[in-house]
């Protein structure tokens, strides 16, 4: 199984990690503005494109060995990404 390598979860667990932080952030202060970026902005922006050479990385390891797994997997981690970006762009943070 594909999901239990390095280069399949962390993605995943990266982006979810994105998105817990946001959501507790939001649960224990509201949807506040501030005139600086908070830490969860900071992670946002280091977490997320961290994320595109792993996801590379398990691309070219794998699509050709395992494509259909493979191209399972990657959607996943498409849609995690795709998920925590569409957070924030709803919530306007």
Same mark, same amino acid.
């Given at each position: 199984?594909?999901?239990?390598?390095?280069?399949?979860?962390?993605?995943?667990?990266?982006?979810?990690?994105?998105?817990?932080?946001?959501?507790?952030?939001? !649960?224990?202060?509201? *949807?506040? @503005? #501030?005139?600086?970026?908070?830490? /969860?902005?900071?992670?946002? $922006? &280091? %977490?997320?494109? =961290?994320?595109?050479?792993?996801?590379?990385?398990? !691309?070219?390891?794998? *699509?050709? @060995? #395992?494509?259909?797994?493979?191209? /399972?997997?990657?959607?996943? $981690? &498409? %849609?995690?990404? =795709?998920?925590?970006?569409?957070?924030?762009?709803?919530?306007?943070?």
């Amino acid at each position: 199984m594909l999901l239990k390598r390095p280069s399949a979860y962390l993605p995943l667990a990266m982006s979810a990690f994105v998105a817990a932080l946001i959501l507790v952030r939001l !649960a224990r202060f509201g *949807l506040v @503005r #501030e005139t600086d970026e908070g830490a /969860e902005a900071h992670l946002f $922006q &280091i %977490l997320m494109p =961290a994320q595109l050479p792993i996801v590379a990385f398990f !691309a070219a390891s794998f *699509l050709r @060995r #395992e494509p259909k797994p493979a191209l /399972e997997v990657l959607g996943l $981690q &498409i %849609l995690a990404a =795709a998920g925590v970006f569409a957070l924030v762009f709803f919530l306007r943070l």
